[in-house]
């Protein structure tokens, strides 16, 4: 989790995909901290995309860097404690103007039954993809 954790941080942005009905809905995002032994996201109750987690909680995120792409797909839990979004917010003091970990949007969610897959997207036909499950 912590090889994820570091290359979405090194990334900057990562592509989130979720599932609105049956079309699929993908965004920049680029919140992703460890807490509680969870790799978690951050969002707003009021965007679409908080809703569409909600309802389908089947999630994908896509991102690239230095010759390295990145696919998780898992299932994304809200985790309501005001201690996980604190700290996330604390990992990110920007969002602090616009997020609190007590008013009623931030939401924080971690990610369950993940499979990460980590392949070089250099013509290095000799590594084959690290698959990595959390
Ligand atoms: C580089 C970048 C990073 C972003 N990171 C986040 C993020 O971590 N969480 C978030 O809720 N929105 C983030 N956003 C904003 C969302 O992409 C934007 O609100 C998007 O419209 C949300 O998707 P939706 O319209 O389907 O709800 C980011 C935008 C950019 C350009």
């Known amino acids: 989790m912590q090889r994820v954790y570091e290359l979405l941080k090194k990334a900057g942005v990562y592509y989130l995909a979720t599932m ?3 079309q699929p809905r993908v965004r920049p995002f680029g919140t992703v901290h460890i807490f509680d032994g969870k790799l978690y996201i951050q969002t707003g109750k009021v965007k679409p995309v908080s809703q569409q987690m909600m309802k389908n909680p089947r999630i994908e995120i896509c991102a690239m860097k230095d010759g390295e792409v990145i696919r998780v797909q898992a299932t994304a839990v809200e985790d309501d404690r005001v201690e996980a979004k604190a700290s996330m917010l604390d990992s990110y003091p920007g969002l602090k103007a616009r997020y609190a970990a007590t008013d009623n949007n931030t939401q924080v969610l971690y990610l369950k039954d ?21």
Not at 114 to 119: G, L, R
């Open 20 to 22: 609105e009905g049956d």
């Open 114 to 134: 993940a499979v990460a897959t980590i392949t070089s997207n250099a013509f290095n036909v000799n590594k084959g993809p690290e698959i990595i499950k959390f």
